[in-house]
């Protein structure tokens, strides 16, 4: 059975026999797959968004994909002029660029992660030129493999989720009114955190949380220790958050300028999009600014 995806949207002009001038956005978690395709004016034109949530299936995103690649009119097609894959791997950190060495990359991670990759994942390197700083994560080879193997003869270029936010996140605070801005991506049990400063990243990271007050607690701790005031910061609000959900209620209690986020003023979308939360999909949104 080919699995359907949750949300889709489309433009009625978009042709999937036309695809050597449009950019293929890709993103793979855990339990969730994403895209967007992206047409020769740079317009978002094609959007699928598929979950599968782990409680209901042990089975691996590899050993699901195909499945969902198998007959799939916009997947299936190609040559792209470009495809970039975001991957919501566990371990990343970021490397000022002047100290990083391509060859310490998997020493990068060990050190962050308290041990060695294991054999079936690798680390992988991608270059924020504008920020100073290049972000190294964990891909996996399977996961590799089977984009190598759909997309023969193309470059792919991998990015890490917290790279596409950080790209998304730049070209937001460089329309914004303030110099200090925080931004929050949530999903499942996690929050990112990006603080920036002059348009520059102050502060990034990804922390897990049983419950709304730990939230809460961490997210007051990190404002302080960036010596940024919570009565008077302007914190955008982005991923799978709802003005009804209990992260919401509580870190509102605390935060005065709490918005939900806006697209990035950069991204063109079909009208279509219209209907989609503008804070959802801020980091399949940032995989399509990664040439800009």
């Known amino acids: 059975m080919t699995p359907a995806p949750t949300v889709t949207t489309h433009a009625d002009s978009f042709d999937p026999q036309v695809t050597d001038q449009s950019v293929l956005s890709l993103e793979v978690g855990r339990d969730r797959f994403r895209f967007m395709v992206q047409d020769k004016s740079g317009r978002g034109s094609y959007l699928n968004d598929y979950t599968f949530p782990s409680l209901l299936t042990d089975r ?7 499945d969902v690649f198998r007959e799939h009119p916009v997947l299936s097609a190609g040559p792209w002029q470009e495809i970039r894959i975001g991957v919501n791997s566990p371990s ?16 990068y991670l060990a050190l962050m992660r308290g041990s060695a990759l294991p054999a079936h994942e690798f680390a992988h390197s991608f270059d924020h030129e504008a920020e100073g700083f290049q972000s190294v994560f964990n891909l996996e080879h399977p996961l590799a493999d089977f984009f190598s193997e759909v997309y023969p003869l193309q470059r792919l270029t991998f ?34 955190i990006i603080c920036r ?13 049983r419950n709304v007050q730990d939230l809460t607690y961490y997210i007051l701790y990190v404002l302080d220790e960036q010596g940024l005031n919570p009565d008077l910061i302007h914190v955008s609000l982005y991923g799978e958050i709802t003005p009804f959900a209990e992260a919401y209620a509580e870190i509102s209690r605390f935060l005065p300028h709490l918005l939900f986020g806006q697209i990035p003023p950069s991204l063109l979308l079909s009208p279509e999009f219209n209907d989609l939360p503008d804070h959802r999909y801020l980091s399949l949104f940032g995989l399509g600014l990664m040439s800009e």
Request: with cysteine.
């Open 60 to 66: 691996s995103m590899t050993t699901i994909l195909p």
């Open 92 to 107: 990343f950190t970021l490397i000022p660029t002047p100290l990083f060495r391509k060859e310490y990359a998997g020493s």
């Open 159 to 192: 990015v890490h989720q917290i790279g596409a936010l950080i790209q998304a996140t730049a070209d937001l605070d460089r329309y914004a009114l303030t110099p200090d801005n925080v931004y929050l991506f949530f999903e499942d049990e996690f929050t990112t």
């Open 197 to 209: 400063s002059a348009h520059q990243v102050r502060y990034c990271n990804r922390f897990g949380y």
